[in-house]
């Protein structure tokens, strides 16, 4: 069983900062990717930030230069610093991560309960 668990979402003022994090444990044997999504009310899951084995790194647009993602190997962690967050943040965070279980040849999606971040003053 792989289990991620998040933390460091809330309510924040327009151009505040928040830090998530989410931890997987479990019979891991590697994680080739952990990043976030995340899903506002009535809008599809979009990616949001995800990091490779190898430290590429996809971002997308409409958060570049105030996002910033990165990872702990040794601890099987991934943070999500938001900094100048907008309203149109406001979303579930939701973390993901693409690995292979002890034992297993084969790699698969895991995620996290989410952890919801509002923007609003």
């Known amino acids: 069983q792989v289990q991620l668990v998040e933390s460091g979402g809330g309510l924040v003022q327009p151009g505040g900062s928040l830090r998530l994090s989410c931890a997987a444990s479990g019979s891991i044997f590697s994680i080739n990717a952990m990043g976030w999504y995340r899903q506002a009310p009535g809008k599809q899951r979009e990616l949001v930030a995800l990091?490779?084995?190898?430290?590429?790194?996809n971002i997308v647009d409409s958060v570049k230069g105030r996002f910033a993602i990165s990872r702990d190997n040794a601890r099987n962690t991934v943070y999500l610093q938001m900094n100048n967050l907008k309203p149109e943040d406001t979303a579930g965070y939701y973390c993901y991560a693409d690995l292979i279980i002890t034992g297993s040849r084969w790699t698969n999606a895991y995620w996290g309960q989410g952890t919801q971040v509002t923007v609003s003053s």
């Open positions: 990091i490779r084995s190898g430290g590429r790194v």
